[in-house]
Structures are given as structure tokens and as C-alpha cells.
């Protein structure tokens, strides 16, 4: 038995990949394009496992994708693969309808093609799990309801409209072919292995380099906020045991403005790793000009898969967050290599 994940080595794929091969055997066919924010250091730990075998390629190219699937039979697909910063998309817009609807369009083609030719049991048990963001459903004000999954999809930057645009394309796929697709809609991620140009990284960072910590606009945007192995957890417990053609959304029930996120971030510090002259790390913060279209507050209400899986969030903020500063306080070397560029030698990243 095999699974095929797609960007796995980008932040909540690898942690994906990692805690999958820590509580199975089952083996994870890597797939992932190796674009900026793909990192194999990631793995690391997983080299010369048998288990997980890592292929170079993009979800865009059918016949890749059709030969790995023939190839290794999986009986799941799981499509993490995607552009993902919403400031990306405002400069360059084309990378991100690209990957995440064309190359989406794609991948669904190949995979119709392959769970179509499974002899039964194996085409009924097939799973299709599409890894999706809160951001499809648009801003709330400060008195709306979190999120369900029956919100109307209003996404307000180029990144949230290619999601939302994937997301019909799986829930098409379903409805017109009977692809057995799963979906969830994830709130803000943070821990291990994120990219430093998110908040939290970011301002780690900075933090300890002794450099301003940007603050957009007010800093009063709010975000519900999931530590990214909760959010793993949940996606294993969805294709587990998710009803086919449904959707569940995943937050960690964290509500908090930007602002107070970075004010806790430099507590911690301030705590675990302090200024050589003893001065606040929230000295360093500084405002800057708001982004374009910034959505002004996301919520998750994650009911329904508490209700019918079972799933709820293990970490508080107040948890996860401490963990996540000590992680980078103890992988300076891995953050270096992300910030330098140098993780992008391995097979010629771009």
C-alpha cells in the first residue's frame, strides 16, 4: 500500500510526510516541483528510507503523474501542492493560476484516468484529498460567524480566487465523474519548517537578527491561527474515515490579531533567547503600509469534523507557539539555509 502526496516538500506536506512515517509504514510517494518554498532539508531525516520515495516534477505534467500512479498504485492522493502567499500573488499572479488551478485541472485528469482503470476493491476505497485554505471564503467583520463549510466562496486576492477556483474544480470532479474527493479548508498554519516570509517565521527571525519587525497597517487583522502537526492529525482522521464529496473545515479555535501574535512572539524571546542589551523585542516592531485588498478577519468553525470525526485541535496557541520559537531556536542552521538561499542547491531549485 502507498500514498501519493503532492508538494510534500513544502511546510504542511513535509510535516505531513514526517508524522505519516512516524505512525505508519505505509509508503509516501513524494511528488513536488521544488519551486521557492519546496525544501528537501525538510526531509532530511527520511533519506535513505525506503519508505518515502521523492520524485522531481510538477502536478501540471499528465504523463508524470499518470506514470507514477500506474506505477506505484496508490490508493490515496493527497494534493498539497500550491502556491501560497497572498503577497506573491498581488506581484505575480500567473505562477499561482498556473498551479493551482491549471495544474490542478491536470492532476484531477491523470487521477480520473487511473481510479478509473481500478478493478474493485481498490476503486471504491481510492481517496482524492484536496488540501485547501480558509481564505476562499473572504473576510469577516468583527461581529460575522467563523467560517462553515457552508459559506459562500468570496475570495479577495489572486492566491484565495486560484484556490477557491480548485476547490470547484474537486467538488466538479466529483459530481460529474464520481471521483471520490475529499476537501478541507484550513486556517492560518504555523510551526516547524514554515517559510520565513509568513508572520511568525518571519518575525523570528528578524527578531533575532536584530532587524525591524513589519507590522501591516494596524496589526489589528485577525487570523484563527492551527499549529500545522493538528493540522496533519486532521487530515489523516479525513481520509480516514471522511465521507466521500464532502468538505471540513480545520482552525484551531485561536482567534488572534497579528499584533498580539508578534507581542507574544517577542515575550517568548524575550524569555528564551534575550537581546545581548536587554532591551524588549518589541522595540523592534515597526508599522508598515498596508497590503492591497487585506482581509480584515478569517475564523474557522470547526464543528463538523469534531462532530462527525472526532477531531479536535491538540494545542493551544499558548502551546503550540512556545513550541514553534523553540524549534527555530534549535534548527538556526536549517533558517540560515532558507534565508541564504542555500537549500536551493539541491537539484537545481529555482
Known amino acids: 500500500m502507498s500514498i501519493l502526496v503532492t508538494g510534500a516538500a513544502g511546510f504542511i506536506g513535509s510535516n505531513f510526510v514526517l508524522d505519516w512515517l512516524a505512525l505508519s509504514d505505509e509508503k509516501v510517494i513524494n511528488l513536488d516541483a521544488l519551486t521557492y518554498a519546496g525544501n528537501l532539508e525538510n526531509l532530511a531525516s527520511l533519506e535513505g528510507d525506503a519508505r518515502h520515495v521523492f520524485v522531481h516534477g510538477d502536478i501540471g505534467d499528465f504523463e508524470l503523474v499518470s506514470t507514477l500512479l500506474a506505477e506505484h498504485q ?4 493527497l494534493n498539497f501542492a500550491a502556491e501560497s502567499h497572498v503577497d506573491r ?8 493560476i498556473q498551479t493551482n488551478i491549471v495544474g490542478s ?15 474493485e476493491p481498490a476503486k471504491s476505497q481510492f481517496r482524492f484529498l484536496h488540501v485547501s485554505t480558509d481564505e476562499v471564503y473572504g473576510s469577516l467583520g468583527q461581529g460575522d460567524r467563523a467560517f462553515t463549510e457552508t459559506n459562500r466562496y468570496a475570495p479577495n486576492s489572486p492566491y484565495s480566487a486560484s484556490k477557491a477556483a480548485s476547490d ?7 459530481h460529474t465523474y464520481g471521483l471520490p474527493v475529499l476537501t478541507t479548508n484550513s486556517s492560518n498554519n504555523y510551526g516547524p519548517y514554515h517559510f520565513p516570509e509568513k508572520l511568525i517565521p518571519l518575525v523570528i527571525h ?3 537578527a536584530d532587524k525591524p519587525l513589519p507590522i501591516y497597517g494596524d496589526g489589528r487583522q485577525i487570523r484563527d491561527w492551527l499549529y500545522v502537526k493538528d493540522h496533519c492529525s486532521a487530515i489523516r482522521r479525513v481520509l480516514e474515515a471522511g465521507k466521500v464529496g464532502e468538505t471540513y473545515n480545520v482552525g484551531g479555535w485561536n482567534e488572534k490579531p497579528n499584533l498580539d501574535v508578534v507581542y507574544t512572539l517577542c515575550a517568548i524571546l524575550d524569555e528564551l533567547q534575550p537581546r545581548a542589551d536587554g532591551r524588549p523585542y518589541q522595540e523592534q ?3 508598515v503600509h498596508d497590503r492591497p485588498g487585506h482581509d480584515r478577519r478569517y475564523a474557522i468553525d470547526a464543528s463538523k469534523i469534531e462532530r462527525e470525526l472526532g477531531w ?16 527555530y531556536l534549535d534548527n538556526l542552521a536549517w533558517v540560515r539555509n532558507v534565508t541564504s538561499g542555500a537549500y536551493r542547491q539541491r537539484l537545481g531549485q529555482k
Open 105 to 119: 485541472f491536470r492532476l484531477l485528469e491523470a487521477v480520473r484516468s487511473y481510479w478509473g482503470g481500478l478493478a
Open 89 to 96: 500573488s498581488i506581484h505575480g499572479p500567473e505562477d499561482f
Open 74 to 77: 496508490p490508493r490515496a492522493v
Open 206 to 208: 528578524n527578531a533575532l
Open 312 to 327: 479536535k485541535p491538540a494545542e493551544t496557541f499558548e502551546t503550540g507557539i512556545r513550541k514553534t520559537v523553540r524549534w
Open 285 to 287: 516592531i515597526t508599522y
Open 168 to 174: 470547484h474544480l474537486v467538488r466538479a470532479y466529483h
